[in-house]
């Protein structure tokens, strides 16, 4: 009798460890797989610039423009951003804001943002090279934003600050009508 319960007893532990190394392992495969977290893919769409005109860069003194930031989250997780400034820039001096309002990036959907973009055409025009390109039909700008907030998954059961640096350049071809740009973007997620 007392070599069945010593038995009994030895197969229930030996059960128990194999269920939690069992869980363990999978929770470590999860980990590194599934949950690890990836970089958002952004793109920018200058969409408001159909409405402008040469004229408007030469003789305003700002110009505002639509622009729409697509940014999909691949991961697991929501994103919740707080209020941001984007920062737009011409051979390396600031030229231009664009107001980002805080939002939720839902997990593994696409969300849009959509910001009304001030480019100080004065700014532009104090710059020499800026006079040739504007004359030569484009110019090339750098948009960049850093956009702060918490990351949440499993029903907000786990939540982690992290930060979201996304740097953006942009052509604008002025001599084309209408007006039309182009962008091409990175984005990096640190947590």
């Not at 010593?6 to 869980?23: D, E, G, M, W």
């Not at 590194?32 to 408001?48: A, N, Q, S």
């Not at 994103?79 to 820039?89: D, G, M, P, R, Y």
């Not at 934003?145 to 907000?156: D, E, I, P």
């Given at each position: 009798?007392?070599?069945?319960?010593?038995?009994?007893?030895?197969?229930?532990?030996?059960?128990?460890?194999?269920?939690?190394?069992?869980?363990?392992?999978?929770?470590?495969?999860?980990?590194?797989?599934?949950?690890?977290?990836?970089?958002?893919?952004?793109?920018?769409?200058?969409?408001?610039?159909?409405?402008?005109?040469?004229?408007?860069?030469?003789?305003?003194?700002?110009?505002t423009s639509e622009m729409v930031m697509s940014i999909r989250n691949r991961n697991?997780?929501?994103?919740?951003?707080?209020?941001?400034?984007?920062?737009?820039?011409?051979?390396?001096?600031?030229?231009?804001?664009?107001?980002?309002?805080?939002?939720?990036?839902?997990?593994?959907?696409?969300?849009?943002?959509?910001?009304?973009?001030?480019?100080?055409?004065?700014?532009?025009?104090e710059n020499p090279n800026a006079i040739n390109d504007i004359v030569g039909g484009?110019?090339?700008?750098?948009?960049?934003?850093?956009?702060?907030?918490?990351?949440?998954?499993?029903?907000?059961?786990?939540?982690?600050?992290?930060?979201?640096?996304?740097?953006?350049?942009?052509?604008?071809?002025?001599?084309?009508?209408?007006?039309?740009?182009?962008?091409?973007?990175?984005?990096?997620?640190?947590?």
């Amino acid at each position: 009798m007392v070599a069945t319960s010593k038995s009994t007893l030895r197969v229930c532990c030996i059960s128990a460890t194999i269920i939690v190394l069992v869980t363990i392992a999978v929770l470590v495969t999860l980990a590194l797989t599934v949950f690890k977290p990836r970089d958002p893919d952004v793109v920018l769409y200058p969409v408001g610039l159909s409405k402008l005109q040469v004229d408007d860069f030469i003789s305003q003194d700002s110009v505002t423009s639509e622009m729409v930031m697509s940014i999909r989250n691949r991961n697991y997780a929501s994103f919740e951003f707080a209020n941001a400034t984007s920062h737009i820039k011409y051979d390396g001096k600031l030229v231009g804001r664009v107001p980002i309002v805080q939002g939720t990036v839902p997990a593994r959907s696409t969300f849009n943002i959509t910001a009304p973009a001030v480019l100080r055409a004065k700014r532009l025009r104090e710059n020499p090279n800026a006079i040739n390109d504007i004359v030569g039909g484009s110019l090339n700008l750098t948009a960049t934003v850093t956009m702060h907030g918490k990351m949440s998954m499993l029903n907000r059961l786990i939540k982690k600050r992290g930060s979201v640096y996304t740097e953006c350049h942009m052509t604008i071809y002025i001599s084309e009508v209408p007006i039309r740009g182009e962008s091409w973007c990175w984005a990096k997620l640190e947590m």
